[in-house]
Structure formats: structure tokens, C-alpha cells
């Protein structure tokens, strides 16, 4: 796809996933964080223990507003939330519902 921006948001679901918040904090505190974060990911490796400032609080309060209870969700540009994984085509269609700015 061409002209999409993501903003991803470590969001650790512990109801879930126990061990969630203590990955996201290692993957946020990692001196490198797209290697920590597709290391789990794609290949399952943890990340190390760690501990530094971060925005996991917030982010998980933001959800809690928000309602979001799983990932992935998408929040489009107008505001409207998709839960789920798409493929191109489905996101394609959902960008198209979103007006141009």
C-alpha cells in the first residue's frame, strides 16, 4: 500500500497475556526498540528485563477510554476503531470510508 502511516502503540494486555506489561517495558526501554519489538513479534524472543520512563500507564489508560480490549485495533483518521487483523484489501476498503483530508 502507498501513501499510509501507522502509529504503533505498545499496548500490553495482561489479562491476556501475564507477561505482557513486562515485554512492552523491555521493548520501550531497549536502546533499540524496532529490533526489540520485531524480535518478539516475529520471532518470539523477549525482550530483557528492563525499567525506564515510558508511556505504558497511559497507553493502557487511553485504551481503557477508548474501550479497546484486544489487538490489533486500528483507530482510523476519523476516529472510527477496527479490531481485528485485515488484509490489504479490507484496509483498503476501510481507508475508503474515511474522508480525505
Known amino acids: ?8 502503540f505498545l499496548f500490553p494486555l495482561t489479562s491476556l497475556h501475564p507477561h505482557a506489561y513486562e515485554h512492552a517495558l523491555g521493548i520501550w526501554c531497549s536502546t533499540d526498540r524496532p529490533k ?3 524480535d518478539k513479534m516475529l520471532k518470539g524472543v523477549d525482550p530483557r528485563p528492563a525499567k525506564c520512563d515510558n508511556p ?9 477510554k477508548l474501550h479497546i480490549d484486544g489487538t490489533p485495533t486500528l483507530i482510523l483518521a476519523n476516529g472510527r476503531p477496527h479490531s ?18
Request: charged content about 15%; glycine content about 6%.
Open 56 to 64: 505504558l500507564d497511559r497507553n493502557v489508560a487511553l485504551g481503557d
Open 1 to 8: 500500500m502507498n501513501d499510509v502511516t501507522f502509529h504503533v
Open 36 to 38: 526489540a519489538w520485531a
Open 84 to 101: 481485528g487483523t485485515v488484509t490489504a484489501q479490507e484496509l483498503e476498503q476501510l481507508l475508503a470510508t474515511v474522508p480525505a483530508h
